[in-house]
């Protein structure tokens, strides 16, 4: 199975290289991804939070930023020996 496998993984590279190689397909491929991520994003990520949830993730992400400043500062200070 390791050379078949090998095989169809060499056929598929060549068959996807000369398929993209017109620009016609290119577009026709950067369409349809661009198209397959706006309705992912349209459909899944709303349902996500509502908006009283993504404040308050806002609100949670700016505060993971003091720990890092209070450490930073730590590390500014002169040791003192």
Not at 5 to 13: E, H, L
Not at 19 to 44: D, P
Request: hydrophobic share 35%.
């Amino acid at each position: 199975m390791g050379k078949f496998g090998k095989i169809i993984g060499v056929a598929g590279a060549v068959a996807g290289a000369a398929y993209l190689s017109s620009s016609e397909n290119r577009e026709k491929i950067k369409s349809q991804f661009t198209k397959a991520v706006n309705k992912f994003n349209s459909s899944y990520l709303k349902d996500l939070g509502k908006p009283s949830e993504l404040e308050d993730a806002k609100m949670v992400d700016e505060g993971a930023m003091t720990s890092v400043q209070y450490y930073n500062k730590l590390q500014e200070k002169p040791k003192e020996e």
